[in-house]
C-alpha cells in the first residue's frame, strides 16, 4: 500500500509538470507569436436585417502555429488572460483592426470593425488611452470602431465599468455587450451603461429551434433591448429557421455560418464587392 501511495505521488507531480510545462511552452511561443508577426485576424460580417447590408466586420484572433494551421482563440486566450500577454496582444489587435478597416475605407468599403475586449483589457488603466491611440494612428473615424466588452468584464465592478464605459463613449465609438445573457447583469446598471448594443450569445441562438423556452427567452432579450433602446445583435446564426425566428422577434443584426464564416481580409472584401449595390 505504501508502494502504491508513492507511485501515485510521483505519477501526480509528474502531471503537473507535464501541465506546467505545456504551460510554459505555450506562453512562450504565444510572446514569440506577438514578436513575430504570427497573429492574425479573421473577420466574419454581420447582416443588417432591415437594409440586407453588410454593415460590420467582427475581428477575431488567430495564431498561425508552426505546422501552418491556425490556431483558434479558444485555446490561448485563457492563457494570455492569466499571463497578461492579453494586454500587448489586445492592443496589437485594436491596431490592426483600425488599420484594416481604414484601408478598406481607402477602397471604398466601409464597414465599421468590432474587436473583442477582454476582461483583463477592460480593467487595464491604459485603455482609454489606448484606444484613443488606435484611432488616431489609423486615421479611422471613431463611428466605424465597435468594442464588444462581455457581460462578465463589465459587471466585475459595475460602478468602474460605468466610468470607463463612458469615457470610451466620448471618444466616438460603439460598444456592444457581449455574451449577453451567459453571465448576470443588475437591470439598474444595463439601463445606467452607455452602450449601443446587446450581443445575444449563440448559445440562446441554438435553442431557438430546440425548445419554447428557447425561443421565448430570445424574444425576451430583444423585447428588453428595445425597451432600453439598444440594438441587437444574434452570433451562431446557422439556419434559416434560426435568421427568420429573428428576423420576425425584431432583432437587428445577425452573424453566423449561414451568412457566412470568419474570413481573411481578401476574402471578406471580396464578400463586401459582391454585395447590391
Ligand atoms: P465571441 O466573441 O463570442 O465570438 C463568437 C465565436 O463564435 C467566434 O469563435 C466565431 O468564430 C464563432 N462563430 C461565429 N459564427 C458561428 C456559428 O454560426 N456557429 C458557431 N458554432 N460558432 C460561430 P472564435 O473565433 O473561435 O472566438 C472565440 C472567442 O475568443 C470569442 O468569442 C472571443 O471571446 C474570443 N476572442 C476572439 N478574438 C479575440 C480578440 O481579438 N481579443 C479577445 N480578447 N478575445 C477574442
Ligand atoms: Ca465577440
Ligand atoms: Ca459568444
Ligand atoms: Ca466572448
Excluded at 121 to 127: A, G, N, P, Y
Excluded at 129 to 146: D, F
Amino acid at each position: 500500500a505504501k508502494e502504491a501511495g508513492r507511485n501515485t505521488f510521483r505519477f501526480y507531480t509528474q502531471g503537473m509538470n507535464a501541465e506546467a510545462m505545456r504551460r510554459l511552452e505555450m506562453e512562450t511561443g504565444l510572446r514569440r507569436a506577438l514578436a513575430r508577426d504570427e497573429l492574425l485576424l479573421h473577420y466574419q460580417p454581420l447582416l443588417n436585417l432591415a437594409t440586407g447590408r453588410i454593415g460590420d466586420v467582427e475581428a477575431l484572433l488567430r495564431w498561425r502555429g508552426k505546422d501552418g494551421g491556425l490556431i483558434s482563440p479558444g485555446e490561448f486566450i485563457p492563457l494570455a488572460e492569466e499571463t497578461g500577454l492579453i494586454v500587448p496582444i489586445g492592443e496589437w489587435v485594436l491596431h490592426s483592426a483600425c488599420d484594416q478597416a481604414r484601408r478598406w475605407r481607402q477602397d471604398g468599403l466601409e464597414v465599421r470593425v468590432a474587436v473583442n475586449l477582454s476582461g483583463r483589457q477592460f480593467s487595464d488603466r491604459h485603455l482609454v488611452e489606448t484606444v484613443r491611440r488606435a484611432l488616431t494612428e489609423s486615421g479611422l473615424p471613431p463611428r466605424l470602431l465597435k468594442l464588444e466588452i462581455t457581460e462578465s468584464a463589465v459587471m466585475r465592478n459595475a460602478e468602474e465599468a460605468v466610468r470607463i464605459l463612458e469615457e470610451l463613449k466620448a471618444l466616438g465609438l460603439e460598444i456592444s455587450l457581449d455574451d449577453f445573457g451567459t453571465g448576470y447583469s443588475s437591470l439598474a446598471y444595463l439601463r445606467r451603461f452607455p452602450i449601443d448594443q446587446l450581443k445575444i450569445d449563440l448559445s440562446f441562438v441554438q435553442e431557438i429551434t430546440r425548445h419554447p423556452d428557447g425561443a421565448a427567452i430570445v424574444r425576451g432579450i430583444i423585447g428588453l433591448a428595445q425597451s432600453l433602446r439598444l440594438q441587437t445583435v444574434a452570433e451562431g446564426v446557422e439556419t434559416v429557421a434560426q435568421r427568420d425566428f429573428l428576423k420576425d422577434s425584431g432583432c437587428d443584426l445577425v452573424q453566423g455560418f449561414l451568412l457566412s464564416r470568419p474570413l481573411p481580409p481578401q476574402e471578406l472584401a471580396a464578400l463586401l464587392r459582391r454585395e447590391p449595390g
